[in-house]
């Protein structure tokens, strides 16, 4: 079925957050589109519903269709202060593929040239497209990406988010951002079946900031709100991976990551205070930080 991609004029472009992102220390939320084609099984927007700004057709038909916010940088220009702290974005992929021919972001990191925040703008992404706009990213202070690696197999990408790019196209994005000097983490979300410690240590071997985690989000432990989406429950099920739903097994793979990283000398965090080390900013590897591997 194709995509359909639409554009349209919005009211405002940065909100306040509340919750897990107040939680993790940021002021503000930056979303470019309504809906991602990356269509990701597990994926909680859809799950919010009109909580996350969407209509009815965008929850239906999630992965299928988006509509840019086609005034996203002049709304932009006119709603940045200095104290924001923004991240880029909670609710879809702001390199989604159909960036590639709408191309909000150059207008928006153009205007954060401009106008830099004073603490900390986090790009949240998996698209390889992002590589498009390096010498644009090089020019905004207090700029951090961080990466989203789900599994170190290919054939788990496939099964559970086959719209996005592959494992190794990953990494090596990573690779490339990193040379450039850009503070890099890697956020390991959700976690899917794969092997701990080698998904951690190809994460840290492309990176320089800290390794961010989360295991899916399952009603055991999100009682309200968000949580991953029935789809991915479904696959979970029929592949027999249903201990990746378990809080405990959550635990322990949680443990294994949060180890390579100590040894590795690298911040690790999951949940609120794990993103909370974006928030933050964060050192490059180079730079003399003692580890900071929080409570797992
Ligand atoms: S890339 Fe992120 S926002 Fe887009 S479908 Fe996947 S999980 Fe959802």
Request: glycine content about 8%; some cysteine.
């Amino acid at each position: 079925m194709p995509f359909e991609i639409l554009a349209a004029e919005a009211k405002s472009i940065l909100s306040p957050v509340s919750g897990f992102l107040a939680d993790a220390g940021f002021t503000h939320s930056l979303t470019t589109a309504r809906n991602c084609t990356f269509g990701c099984s597990y994926c909680y927007v859809p799950t919010m519903r009109i909580q996350a700004g969407l209509k009815p057709e965008d929850w239906q038909r999630w992965g299928q269709r988006t509509t840019f916010k086609s005034n996203a940088a002049q709304l932009l220009g006119k709603s940045l202060r200095p104290g924001q702290v923004i991240y880029c974005s909670p609710l879809t992929d702001p390199y989604q593929p159909a960036e590639a021919g709408q191309a909000l972001m150059p207008g928006i990191l153009e205007t954060l040239a401009a106008n830099p925040v004073h603490r900390a703008f986090v790009i949240q992404t998996r698209g390889p497209l992002i590589l498009r706009d390096l010498p644009l990213l090089r020019r905004i202070p207090r700029l951090r990406v961080s990466f989203t690696l789900t599994t170190d197999r290919d054939e788990i990408r496939r099964i559970f988010e086959s719209g996005c790019a592959t494992i190794e196209t990953r990494l090596d994005t990573m690779a490339q951002l990193t040379a450039a000097g850009i503070p890099t983490s890697a956020a390991l979300a959700p976690i899917l079946p794969c092997n701990p410690e080698v998904l951690v240590e190809r994460a840290l071997g492309v990176t320089n900031g800290p390794i961010v985690a989360d295991p899916f989000h399952v009603r055991a432990v999100k009682r309200s709100g968000a949580h991953t989406r029935a789809a991915a429950h479904k696959i979970c099920q029929h592949h027999g991976f249903m201990e990746w739903l378990e809080p405990a097994f959550h635990q322990r793979i949680l443990q294994r990551i949060a180890a390579v990283c100590q040894e590795a000398n690298r911040p690790f965090g999951y949940g609120p205070p794990g993103f909370g080390l974006l928030a933050g900013g964060f050192p490059l590897e180079t730079d003399p930080v003692p580890v900071r591997v929080l409570e797992v």
